[in-house]
């Protein structure tokens, strides 16, 4: 099964029962709250679970003149309708230990028994009944394919409790609730259907052959000979007892018990006939006890905070809907009717964005259009322009939604020539700027059936002015007049906090990175290995740095480069000026919370996450940190007074320097190499090692923890990787 079939059986599901959901769980909230009321008042006797009929019947037969019925709820509470020696009639609550009234039985509310009624058949009756049983049988579904769900996000039912990574509110508690909930509302569901099957005597011929009634003949005997019935029963397994009208021996107890209903002579305690309940019966009561959170007070609370979490559910899942929909590819005309063919590759979807203004312009030029993913590249029929905009992920590689275009390409081949351009994203401060666009621009051209439009046209920090470029180019080439304004392709984020600086350090000929601390509001969360993002120029343009928690406020390490439109702008900060910038979750990069011990590597700039995870190392975790530097700075002094500090507090075993442009040349790679036992060791233990820096020192660190494992005749690091012992935030 795809993912997709129980993404879409899931909500078509929610979708058709939402609004009977919605009244369903409002109504059973308040049935579990009432069930678990009644549970609290004082009606049940103290030693009720150990009350047996010979010890409760003589004590009622003596306390009152003329019993006629005794009747045991689901509480506990025993009510005794009977005459007292004054000819009162009594209906009464008592304890079954003494016969003393404990009060009154009330009668359920007006409010309770509407609400009832609207649980159980929204007012319809036995049609009613029958729309609820459906819902209850929906909702066991939408559990299941929940549960599914969750077992594919999770990889597993063994990581089926493991941390979950927060994406959005409603994403994060969906999942986290729905695994908290999942078999109180299997439960729920379960018992509901079963009740609705068993109203309409859905088992009635299976069930109807195993009913049984049987007449015992018993000899008359004495009193002292009484049987062991009265003796072996208890007062908590009768539901109801009818007590014989005089004291003739032809005059039996009628007992119902939870399983089958007996006659019992009254003189000798024999069992005179039995009947035996049927299976459907007894499986009917316990379904309603157990739906109704009727068992005890623990577990109508279960009940409740269930029916409570179906109302988020409905809510969360919508949203979380709403959401896809919002950011999924919207096209108006299908893939074998388009005439032009646009294709996005994206990390993040900011291709996406440019890809759809040029759609938009196209549509209203009387063109058929179509949108679609990089990894989506099929024969288009009727295509006769494939315009590509990609951006390029790591070191010159694929991003996610376009790491099969190489492969799928061979399988694809158009049956006609198609024009083609390919517009490349990315950063000119990385060395492999917009590489991804050029290998996809020389695999299109080695095809046989693609024609290159124009040139290779590169967008750096997806600008709109440079964007700007390849549309005249195109437009020129085509003759389509597509909109040359900046503006329109110009995107400026939206929600951004304020940030106060509280302090920045100096750069200085031998020092090139400073420190810059932030203040954010009480009610911004974050932690170490967060991701900060800022827009210098107040547009587009982003920029991101890992950031630590230093007591609450937000930390950075920036290497300044000249000119840098990021840096630049940090660094003519002052304390008191305030910044908008907004905090990214990063959860794949936090401290873990179980492992033995960490080894942090880190160059200068991606120190500043580690920093902050060894202030807050308040477990006392081992972590070694290594780092590397040019040269002996104040910023590295401070950084050794820090660590140690946080070494006489058990936060931090040991900080490990490597200078590259002292007299010994030394890097973090030679350090590693020398501690190479310590790291071997260290992932065969399950520990951790977090790398945070540039992607060239990664590359770097990775390739000689490799060779470190093979030599070991370890697992390998991708194994490592997948387990998630190895942590990266490189950039």
């Known amino acids: 099964m795809t993912l997709s079939f129980w993404r879409y059986s899931h909500l078509a599901l929610a979708l058709f029962s939402s609004v009977f959901l919605l009244l369903a769980s409002v109504t059973g909230t308040i049935l579990a709250y009432d069930a678990v009321q009644e549970k609290t008042l004082p009606y049940k006797s103290a030693d009720f679970d150990t009350l047996t009929l010979e010890k409760t019947l003589p004590v009622l037969k003596k306390s ?66 029958f729309i609820v049983g459906v819902i209850s049988f929906l909702l066991l ?41 999942l078999i109180p509302i299997l439960v729920i569901a379960l018992t509901g259907t079963y009740l609705s099957l068993e109203r309409f005597n859905f088992f009635m011929g299976k069930e109807d052959k195993k009913e049984k009634s049987e007449k015992l003949e018993v000899p008359a005997t004495s009193k002292t000979d009484k049987t062991s019935f009265f003796k072996n029963t208890l007062l908590s ?45 007894q499986l009917a009561a316990l379904s309603l006890d157990i739906h109704a959170g009727r068992i005890n007070i623990f577990w109508g609370i279960i009940i409740g905070i269930a029916s409570l979490n179906i109302l988020f559910f409905l809510y969360s899942g919508f949203a979380i809907t709403l959401k896809r929909r919002s950011s999924r590819i919207k096209n108006k005309f299908k893939a074998e009717e388009s005439k032009f063919i646009l294709l996005a590759g994206s990390e993040n979807g900011s291709t996406l964005r440019f890809a759809n203004a040029i759609a938009k312009q196209l549509i209203a030029h009387g063109e058929k259009v179509f949108v679609a993913e990089l990894n989506s590249f099929r024969a288009f029929a009727k295509a006769e322009h494939i315009i590509i905009f990609t951006s390029t992920h790591g070191l010159g590689d694929a991003p996610s939604n376009g790491n099969k275009f190489a492969s799928i390409l061979k399988k694809h081949s158009q049956d006609h020539k198609v024009n083609f351009s390919v517009v490349g994203f990315g950063s000119r401060s990385y060395p492999d700027f917009c590489k991804f666009s050029f290998d996809i621009d020389a695999l299109l051209n080695n ?76 009610r911004t969360k974050f932690t170490s290995g967060d991701l900060l993002a800022v827009y210098p120029a107040n547009d587009n343009r982003e920029r991101l740095y890992s950031i630590g928690n230093h007591s609450g406020n937000i ?61 807050q190392n308040k477990a006392k975790t081992e972590i070694h940190l290594y780092s590397g530097f040019r040269m002996e700075t104040p910023t590295l002094l401070a950084y050794k007074k820090f660590a140690g500090v946080m070494m006489q507090k058990q936060h931090l075993e040991h900080f490990h320097v490597a200078l590259s442009r002292e007299a010994e040349h030394i890097y973090v ?21 977090m790398i945070c820096g540039s992607l060239q020192m990664q590359n770097d660190v990775e390739k000689i923890l490799d060779e470190l494992c093979l030599t070991s005749n370890s697992k390998n690091l991708t194994e490592y990787k997948n387990n998630g012992q190895i942590l990266t935030d490189c950039y």
């Not at 079954?96 to 009832?116: C, D, H, M, R, Y």
């Not at 590169?458 to 503006?487: H, M, Q, R, Y």
């Not at 020398?674 to 951790?688: N, S």
């Open 669 to 689: 790679m030679d350090l590693i190499n020398r501690d190479a036992k310590f790291f071997i060791e260290l992932l065969h233990e399950g520990g951790v090692i």
């Open 555 to 615: 930390q950075l390490v920036v290497k300044l480069h000249q000119p840098g439109l990021g840096s630049g702008y940090l660094y003519h900060l002052e304390p008191v000026d305030t910044i908008k910038a907004r905090i990214l979750k990063n959860p794949a990069f936090h401290f873990p919370k179980k492992t033995p011990k960490a080894a942090f590597i880190s160059n200068g700039t991606g120190i500043a996450p580690f920093l902050g995870m060894i202030e």
């Open 447 to 522: 095809q046989n059936w693609a024609e290159r439009l124009l040139e290779v046209q590169t967008v750096n920090d997806k600008s709109a002015e440079e964007f700007v470029n390849w549309v005249k180019l195109w437009s020129n080439k085509t003759g389509i007049a597509l909109s040359p304004t900046p503006s329109l392709y110009n995107e400026i984020p939206k929600g951004l906090q304020k940030l106060m600086v509280l302090d920045k350090t100096a750069v200085t000929d031998t020092e090139h990175t400073f420190i810059l601390t932030l203040h954010a509001g009480s």
């Open 237 to 281: 397994d009768v539901k109801k007892i009818e007590f014989p009208f005089t004291d003739d021996p032809e005059e039996y107890y009628i007992i119902e018990l939870k399983d089958r209903e007996v006659e019992v002579n009254q003189v000798t305690g024999a069992v005179v006939t039995e009947k035996l309940t049927p299976v459907r019966a």
């Open 141 to 181: 579904l939408i559990s299941i394919s929940g549960f599914v769900l969750v077992l594919k996000r999770q990889q597993g039912i063994r990581n089926f409790f493991s941390k979950v990574i927060k994406e959005y509110f409603a994403q994060y508690y969906h999942v986290v609730l729905g695994r908290l909930a």
């Open 64 to 129: 009152y003149s003329e019993i006629t019925e005794v009747s045991v709820d689901y509480n506990g509470f025993v009510t005794l309708q009977a005459m007292d020696k004054d000819g009162n009639d009594i209906n009464a609550y008592i304890d079954p230990a003494n016969g003393k009234k404990l009060g009154t039985p009330i009668k359920k509310s007006e409010f309770i028994q509407w609400v009832t009624s609207l649980h159980r058949s929204l007012f319809l009756h036995e049609t009613g009944r």
